[in-house]
Nanobody, 125 residues
Framework: QVQLVESGGGLVQAGGSLRLSCAIS????????MGWFRQAPGKEREFVAA????????YYADSVKGRFSISRDSAKNTVALQMNSLNPEDTAVYYC??????????????????WGQGTQVTVSS
């Protein structure tokens, strides 16, 4: 089992920044993809960003490219999502997830095996 716990959500004005963190614990895994998704009310869960544990390849949704940055602290076993230039369309519950069978990027939520409980991000206009 793998446990994921997100933190760092909150309320921010448009143009502001937030940093989300995901603490990963449980059984060790070598090759994996660590990702962030978000889900706004009435919408499907959508891919935001991901980072491969081996190699450090990063992937971003077009809607966040250039504004969001995913990173990993291997010593603390955490994955962070730095979000800059936030706008109201970024309002959603943000989820951390892990794909243990990663060989190439699959942006579908169904490809990820473990999920955190989510953290709310609200951007006011």
């Amino acid at each position: 089992q793998v446990q994921l716990v997100e933190s760092g959500g909150g309320l921010v004005q448009a143009g502001g920044s937030l940093r989300l963190s995901c603490a990963i614990s449980g059984r060790p895994f070598s090759s994996a993809l660590m990702g962030w998704f978000r889900q706004a009310p009435g919408k499907e869960r959508e891919f935001v960003a991901a980072l491969s544990k081996i190699g450090g390849a990063t992937y971003y949704a077009d809607s966040v490219k250039g504004r969001f940055s995913i990173s990993r602290d291997s010593a603390k076993n955490t994955v962070a999502l730095q979000m800059n230039s936030l706008n109201p369309e970024d309002t959603a519950v943000y989820y951390c997830a892990v794909d243990l069978n990663y060989q190439k990027l699959d942006r579908r939520a169904s490809a990820f095996d473990y999920w955190g409980q989510g953290t709310q991000v609200t951007v006011s206009s």
